[in-house]
């Protein structure tokens, strides 16, 4: 028997049920699709050179100009620009006061002020040139308990350091800059022939 409609006993019916679900369904599918779409929106509008048509590059130069590793610092060597040589015969090496008046004239000889570029009457010249005089005495003692005879060969260099933009490897300015004495003491064997006895290098810091 069929039930009859009444008030109180309505006829439920789930012919349209499956039609929801599946609506729902497409609901959360577009709302999924939204949020996939404005995260790919904030990618793309985070990734440099990604602007609006028509819109300039900035210009990042004052950013590079204030990059603290925008410098780096070499140090070089130039050519040896003089020498000169002086002998210490072996007499002359047993006695202290000789040998440093040999070496002062010898050093006083090979280095100039106008080398330098500095008057021989400023103190800058005096100190560098006595400091040259007086290591190379000292070392000369350092080995035996009197200087050693023989030839000795002085040859003068620089050693400059730069400042050297990374940007730009050419340009270079020089911040700080040394002379170097660069001694060969050489004696010759019973043929005649030089042989060296021994290499030495004075640095000397210029103002």
Known sequence: MRQKTTAEHPIRTYEYAPHRRQKGKVCKMKKKMLTLLLALVMMVSVIPGASAAGTQPQDDS?????????????TEY??????????????????????????????????????????????????????????????VYSKEPYARHGIYFVSLRYKIKYKVDY??????????????????????????????VDEYSHTVHLK
């Not at 730009?168 to 005649?192: A, F, H």
Request: include cysteine; hydrophobic fraction near 35%; aromatic fraction near 12%.
């Open 62 to 74: 004052s950013t590079i100009f204030r990059d603290p590793n925008r410098y780096y610092y070499v």
């Open 78 to 139: 130039t050519d040896h620009f003089q020498s000169g040589i002086f002998i210490i015969t072996p007499e002359e090496a047993e006695v202290k006061d000789w040998v440093k008046g040999k070496i002062a004239e010898g050093m006083g000889n090979i280095i100039s002020g106008d080398l330098l570029g500095l008057s021989e009457n400023s103190q800058d010249f005096r100190n560098i040139l006595g400091s040259c005089v007086e290591n190379f005495f000292v070392y």
């Open 167 to 196: 940007l730009d490897p050419t340009n270079k300015v020089p911040v700080d800059k040394w002379l170097v004495s660069d001694i060969v003491l050489k004696r010759e064997n019973q043929n005649g022939i030089p042989y060296t």
